[in-house]
């Protein structure tokens, strides 16, 4: 029985990897043609539109688009691509989309973001060692700079942990990160008056905390008889 299990999750798996590679690529090895031209659809349009913001925001509004909503796309796509055929349904993405939201892979999906900043964090951190990070309108040296600059990465990490698991100690934490955020935006937002980075930063924030309070009901406590975080 199990072996028949792996028999039928290799092709599934090798269809996601696909997908993941180039969008649609995973449907239209499955045979679901009218499917994968959907996807290789939305995704040029997707990357249409970031190209068309590229030329007129700069490269950071293009990117801050395609984190928006290609990287959740690409990755959305990919897992409809894994899943059985009778599961995901013949056209639209509708059964894809009730699994994501009821298996609360969207939330597993942000902490995935979460980890893959603080990889970001700690490559900015290692390569500029002069940087400094500015908090409440200063900007630390010496020991309390790196403290500072190191706080990112390490909460990143563990929120990132606990969104992967569904732990309502990940979902405390990072309520006390965007609060410890919107205070430090702002402080330096009153010190430096306007910029277009903070700005931007306090609008996602302020998006995505409003999404993450919203499926606070996905997280759960830790169950007492895992003995496991």
């Not at 190209?51 to 801050?64: F, K, M, S, Y």
């Not at 995901?88 to 939330?107: N, P, Q, S």
């Not at 955020?181 to 905390?209: D, E």
Request: some cysteine.
């Amino acid at each position: 029985m199990a072996a028949d299990s792996q028999t039928t999750d290799r092709p599934r798996s090798f269809a996601a990897c696909l997908s993941l590679l180039v969008p649609g690529l995973g449907q239209a090895c499955k045979r679901q043609a009218g499917r994968s031209f959907l996807v290789i659809a939305v995704t040029g349009l997707l990357l249409a539109c970031a190209w068309g913001i590229g030329r007129l925001g700069g490269a950071g509004a293009a990117v801050l688009f395609f984190m928006l909503l290609g990287l959740p796309w690409w990755a959305f796509q990919s897992y409809d691509a894994w899943l059985p055929q009778a599961e995901a349904g013949r056209w639209g993405f509708r059964e894809t989309w009730r699994l994501v939201w009821t298996e609360a892979h969207d939330i597993r999906y942000l902490g995935l973001l979460f980890l893959l900043t603080a990889a970001t964090d700690f490559y900015i951190i290692v390569a500029n060692p002069s940087y400094a990070l500015t908090v409440f309108c200063a900007k630390p040296t010496g020991p309390w700079g790196l403290l500072a600059k190191a706080q990112s990465p390490t909460l990143h990490i563990l929120i990132g942990y606990g969104f992967l698991r569904l732990r309502r100690w990940g979902l405390l934490l990072y309520a006390l990160y965007a609060a410890f955020g919107f205070l430090n935006a702002s402080a330096n937002f009153a010190c430096f008056g306007y910029g277009r980075v903070r700005t931007v930063f306090l609008m996602t924030l302020a998006a995505f905390t409003a999404y993450v309070l919203w499926r606070a009901p996905c997280f759960r406590p830790r169950s007492p008889a895992s003995g496991k975080l």
